[in-house]
Nanobody, 120 residues
Framework: QVQLVESGGGLVQAGDSLRLSCAAS????????MGWFRQAPGKEREFVAA????????NYADFVKGRFTISRDNAKNTLYLQMNNLKPEDTAVYSC?????????????WGQGTQVTVSS
């Protein structure tokens, strides 16, 4: 079992930046590939970014390329999502998830999410 807790969300204006964190506990964090997902009101959850076990490979959804950066610190058991130049359409609940393989096929563990609201 891996427990995931997100933090760092909030209310910001368009063009601002936020850094989300996902703290992991339980099994060894470095054994899991990690991903960020988001879900806006009335929409399905969508993939944002993923990172390999040691952080050497990353993958992004097209709509965040050049604006968001996923990273991890295995010594701190923490996953990050640096979000720059935020847009109102980035408003959503952001969740982190852990997968046993990279590229991830399925995600086995999920956090509860943190709300990000971007005003225009």
């Amino acid at each position: 079992q891996v427990q995931l807790v997100e933090s760092g969300g909030g209310l910001v204006q368009a063009g601002d930046s936020l850094r989300l964190s996902c703290a992991a506990s339980g099994r060894t964090f470095s054994r899991y590939a990690m991903g960020w997902f988001r879900q806006a009101p009335g929409k399905e959850r969508e993939f944002v970014a993923a990172i390999s076990l040691l952080g050497r490979s990353t993958n992004y959804a097209d709509f965040v390329k050049g604006r968001f950066t996923i990273s991890r610190d295995n010594a701190k058991n923490t996953l990050y999502l640096q979000m720059n130049n935020l847009k109102p359409e980035d408003t959503a609940v952001y969740s982190c998830a852990a997968a046993g393989t990279y590229p991830p096929r399925t995600y086995d563990y999920w956090g509860q999410g943190t709300q990000v609201t971007v005003s225009s």
